[in-house]
């Protein structure tokens, strides 16, 4: 069981906050990028078994791509299942939702960041409030087995009555699944350079507190730190990510992780990877390899397999019991997994388990 991640680098322009690899030149080269992805789904295919579950295209901005380059694409890897697509409200067309479902895009996924007026500038969107609703209106009409939208929360400007109201306005529009991510201040963003603020703790704490409840309310569960959704609507192609399943990377930035116990990094400069740049390959094994499973897969409501660490590394998952008592974590024989209070603060208790397990494995070979 493997996914296909695809990276479409195309943008309009490079929002303030982002630091995704994207190219904003102002006409893509969509030839250029369909002939190096099918170099890239060439060298990478040998190395895994049978047909891809899932075809994940994200970016960038893949609804910005000529169609015909994503379908030869989906007709190149042919996925068994899933394939889904990360798409701007400003390119939701009837032609385009019509060419996106007729070569197979199961599952859209809609850019918003926000629907307020007042905050939608200061996230540099080249859609307003209005576009946003139209284009999940069409998308809920389209006939799309599940449609996600991507929502932002962290802004010192937003308030609490803000976000919910955000929310409430995607799940009127029909949503089965939502993805909401805390503001992070990446070096090198616009956000970065003119020192751009996040919330501070309590109104941070405000803010998520009355997101989740209010999505929890509405019937779309938590099921990763930053996602929820219905039942049976997750995201099939993320969880191999955060289950640590093998996908394939291919595209400018994407990373891949085969079967042989590789991970694969693509150049994530532009034009260097459509020259031809060769991606970075290095073998995980030993204490790194134990960091990865439990790293990766700590922050879906699952949490870790104890059993499955143990089956692939010898070594056992540690569970730091001050976490255990602050109520951040919960602990069974089959595994270990965030509480809600741990969801809150997932980034520093994750580390606290990792750091315990890898360091009670200091027997097993390898860097960590
Ligand atoms: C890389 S974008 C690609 C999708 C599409 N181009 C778009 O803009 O919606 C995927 C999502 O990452 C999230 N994102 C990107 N940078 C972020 C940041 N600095 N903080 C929080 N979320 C971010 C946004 O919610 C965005 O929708
Ligand atoms: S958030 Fe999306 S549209 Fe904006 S620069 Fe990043 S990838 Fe492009």
Not at 89 to 98: A, G, I, K, S, Y
Request: aromatic share 8%; with cysteine; net charge negative.
């Amino acid at each position: 069981m493997y996914g296909v991640y695809v990276h479409v680098p195309w943008c309009r322009i490079r929002c303030p906050y982002c630091a995704f690899a994207v190219d904003t030149r102002r006409a893509p080269d969509d030839a250029a990028w369909l002939a190096r992805t099918l170099e890239d789904w060439a060298r990478e295919r040998p190395f895994f078994e049978g047909r891809p579950e899932t075809l994940s295209f994200g970016g960038g901005t893949p609804s910005r791509a000529d169609p015909a380059a994503l379908a030869t694409v989906v007709q190149a890897v042919d996925p068994a299942g899933e394939v889904s697509l990360e798409a701007n409200p400003e390119d939701v067309t009837p032609q385009r939702l019509e060419a996106w479902r007729t070569m197979g895009v199961n599952r859209l996924s809609l850019g918003v960041q926000t629907f307020q007026p007042a905050l939608a500038p200061r996230y540099g969107r080249a859609h307003s409030a209005r576009d946003a609703t139209d284009a999940l209106l069409a998308v809920s009409k389209a006939g799309f087995r599940s449609f996600s939208v991507d929502l932002i929360y962290g802004h010192p400007e937003q308030t609490v009555a803000m976000l919910v109201e955000d929310i409430d306005h995607a799940v009127a529009t029909g949503v089965d699944h939502v993805s909401l991510y805390s503001l992070t201040i990446e070096p090198g963003t616009r956000f970065g350079d003119r020192g751009q603020t996040v919330a501070d703790e309590d109104h941070w704490c405000a803010l998520h507190e009355a997101a989740v409840q209010r999505l929890e309310a509405s019937r779309l569960q938590r099921y990763e730190v930053s996602n929820f959704s219905r039942k049976g609507a997750r995201s099939v192609h993320n969880e191999h990510y955060w289950r640590a399943r093998h996908w394939a990377g291919l595209g400018p930035s994407a990373h891949g992780w085969r079967p042989d116990q590789a991970r694969v990094a693509n150049a994530s400069d532009v034009s260097a990877w459509l020259a031809g740049a060769p991606p970075a390959v290095e073998g995980v094994t030993g204490r790194a390899r134990l960091w990865e499973l439990v790293w990766s897969t700590l922050r879906h409501v699952e949490g870790v397999d104890r059993a499955r660490v143990r089956f692939l590394t010898g070594a056992e998952v540690v569970c730091p019991a001050a976490a255990i008592e602050a109520g951040l974590l919960v602990e069974d024989s089959a595994s270990i997994r965030l509480t809600p209070d741990g969801f809150a603060v997932s980034d520093a208790v994750v580390e606290a388990v990792v750091q315990a397990t890898v360091r009670a494995a200091s027997w097993i070979v390898g860097s960590s």
